[in-house]
């Protein structure tokens, strides 16, 4: 019945839809999502994306498009201002599960690039980073708010992508670095989006640093909006959307006002996106030895946590 009707229709009534259906509106619009699962609690109208990246816990290009994908199917389904009061979606929450939260970019594409000097591919893993930052920080243009929580540790240029949500928060036992100075690169979008919560001088401390800096540390910093004790992340964004209902439309204004104060994010991200791509394609072989060995002890670390032997295409990329 939702199909025959989707197919004569750009949007979806809100109002038509039961919980199972609001999954299934968006599957329907935005195609194959690989790597995240979608859940809806219907009772605080918020959309769960839980990140499950494939064989290693990085922002792969298959999981930048998934989010992406689902990010602009929520906007075209309930975008119109039309369709505001009877959105089903006005919360959308990101979590991830297992013993990281990230490790980062996709070292083994970033190298299987550099082996083919393929700036295109580059430039495309760039601009899924920024879209998928822009429309978080937008709250998909002040559709909804953006949220995200960390339960572990969270590495690189992954941090940026929840970090761009208008609300991030931490269990207290995860932590957050940024270790891309030391192996001669940088996270994409990472300048912009911290030195929006951080202000710039601290964002280029942490980022020339590569320190590690725990829950309460990154708080204090201002780059989180709360710690709560481990295994309470989801119940505070529960209780947040709950909270936040009544006051839905102020917030969401609010949260659009100060975006734009901070200036132009996709000039400024598309920028970032471009030095990032020249940068890559600078590093020289000690570089993208260093890297490749990094690679190499994440698939090492990956099969001591995860108590399994490497897969043969862990063992494949460990080889590059």
Same mark, same amino acid.
Request: proline letters at 5%; a neutral charge; aromatic letters at 8%.
């Given at each position: 019945? @939702?199909?025959?009707? #989707?197919?004569?229709?750009?949007?979806?009534? #809100?109002?038509?839809?039961?919980?199972?259906?609001?999954? %299934?509106?968006?599957? *329907?619009?935005?195609?194959?999502?690989?790597?995240?699962?979608?859940?809806?609690?219907?009772?605080?109208?918020?959309?769960?994306?839980?990140?499950?990246?494939?064989?290693?816990?990085?922002?792969?290009?298959?999981?930048?498009?998934?989010?992406?994908?689902?990010?602009?199917?929520?906007?075209?389904?309930?975008?119109?201002? +039309?369709?505001? *009061?009877?959105?089903?979606?006005?919360?959308?929450?990101?979590?991830?599960?297992?013993?990281?939260?990230?490790?980062?970019?996709?070292?083994?594409?970033?190298? +299987?690039?550099?082996?083919?000097? %393929?700036?295109?591919?580059?430039?495309?893993?760039?601009?899924?980073?920024?879209?998928?930052?822009?429309?978080?920080?937008?709250?998909?243009?002040?559709?909804?708010?953006?949220?995200?929580?960390?339960?572990?540790? #969270?590495? $690189? $240029?992954?941090?940026?992508?929840?970090?761009?949500?208008?609300?991030?928060?931490?269990?207290?036992?995860?932590?957050?670095?940024?270790?891309?100075?030391?192996?001669?690169? @940088?996270?994409?979008?990472?300048?912009?989006?911290?030195?929006?919560?951080?202000?710039?001088?601290?964002?280029?401390?942490?980022?020339?640093? $590569?320190?590690?800096?725990?829950?309460?540390?990154?708080?204090?910093?201002?780059?989180?909006?709360?710690?709560?004790?481990?295994?309470?992340?989801? +119940?505070?964004?529960?209780?947040?959307?709950?909270?936040?209902?009544?006051?839905?439309?102020?917030?969401?204004?609010?949260?659009?006002?100060?975006?734009?104060?901070? $200036?132009?994010?996709?000039?400024?991200?598309? *920028?970032?996106?471009?030095?990032?791509?020249?940068?890559?394609?600078?590093?020289?072989?000690?570089?993208?030895?260093?890297?490749?060995?990094?690679?190499?002890?994440?698939?090492?670390?990956?099969?001591?946590?995860?108590?399994?032997?490497?897969?043969?295409?862990?063992?494949?990329?460990?080889?590059?």
């Amino acid at each position: 019945m @939702f199909q025959a009707f #989707a197919s004569h229709t750009q949007s979806v009534p #809100a109002v038509a839809l039961e919980c199972c259906e609001v999954i %299934d509106a968006l599957r *329907h619009k935005a195609g194959f999502l690989p790597e995240v699962q979608l859940a809806y609690e219907a009772e605080i109208k918020t959309l769960w994306v839980t990140i499950k990246p494939e064989l290693k816990p990085v922002f792969t290009l298959q999981l930048l498009d998934s989010l992406g994908k689902i990010q602009k199917a929520i906007y075209a389904l309930w975008g119109a201002p +039309d369709q505001y *009061h009877g959105a089903p979606v006005r919360f959308l929450a990101f979590r991830g599960t297992g013993p990281f939260f990230t490790l980062g970019g996709d070292l083994d594409f970033y190298l +299987d690039c550099l082996a083919k000097n %393929d700036r295109a591919a580059l430039a495309e893993y760039a601009r899924l980073s920024i879209e998928g930052a822009v429309w978080n920080a937008s709250g998909l243009n002040g559709l909804v708010i953006t949220l995200s929580t960390i339960h572990a540790k #969270a590495i $690189g $240029g992954g941090i940026d992508a929840p970090r761009s949500c208008n609300v991030m928060i931490a269990e207290e036992q995860a932590s957050f670095v940024y270790p891309e100075i030391k192996f001669n690169h @940088f996270p994409i979008t990472a300048v912009a989006v911290l030195s929006r919560r951080m202000g710039s001088r601290a964002a280029e401390r942490l980022l020339l640093s $590569g320190e590690e800096m725990s829950a309460a540390d990154f708080l204090a910093a201002g780059a989180l909006e709360a710690v709560v004790p481990t295994g309470t992340g989801e +119940d505070w964004i529960r209780k947040y959307a709950s909270d936040s209902l009544p006051v839905h439309a102020a917030k969401t204004a609010l949260f659009s006002a100060f975006n734009r104060r901070a $200036g132009d994010l996709r000039e400024e991200l598309e *920028h970032l996106g471009e030095i990032w791509t020249d940068c890559m394609l600078r590093l020289n072989p000690s570089a993208i030895s260093k890297l490749q060995r990094i690679a190499q002890t994440q698939d090492r670390m990956l099969t001591r946590v995860y108590q399994r032997p490497a897969s043969p295409i862990l063992a494949s990329a460990a080889a590059l």
